[in-house]
Nanobody, 129 residues
Framework: QLQLVESGGGLVQPGRSLRLSCAHSGITSDYYTIGWFRQAPGKEREGVSCITNNDDSTYYAESVRGRFTISRDNAKNTVYLQMNSLKPEDTGVYYC??????????????????????WGKGTLVTVSS
């Protein structure tokens, strides 16, 4: 059974950094996508960043490009989201999600989060002074 467990959230001041981790297990597909999505209070869920396992294709939302970096450690079955220069508008619950395909990575991450097959429970990130 596929499982995703997020960690690394917390309270941080604007301009500081956090690194989120998503430990995954049970993925049996040869090609898959792991992504980070977030939902702020009163706002819709949005795709933040995604990565494929086969060619390291990545997607970043315009709002985080240049500040966030997604990476993966296959030996540890973990995907990371390094978040630098955090802003109050980055506040929200961050969810790790997986899809058993790499082809639709861009579409799922940018426009169709429902295409992701499995979701973690989320980790809260609060950016505030």
């Amino acid at each position: 059974q596929l499982q995703l467990v997020e960690s690394g959230g917390g309270l941080v001041q604007p301009g500081r950094s956090l690194r989120l981790s998503c430990a995954h297990s049970g993925i049996t597909s040869d090609y898959y996508t792991i992504g980070w999505f977030r939902q702020a209070p009163g706002k819709e869920r949005e795709g933040v960043s995604c990565i494929t396992n086969n060619d390291d294709s990545t997607y970043y939302a315009e709002s985080v490009r240049g500040r966030f970096t997604i990476s993966r450690d296959n030996a540890k079955n973990t995907v990371y989201l390094q978040m630098n220069s955090l802003k109050p508008e980055d506040t929200g619950v961050y969810y790790c999600a997986a899809a058993r395909t790499a082809i639709n990575m861009y579409y799922y991450c940018s426009s169709y989060a429902d295409g992701m097959d499995h979701w973690g429970k989320g980790t809260l990130v609060t950016v505030s002074s």
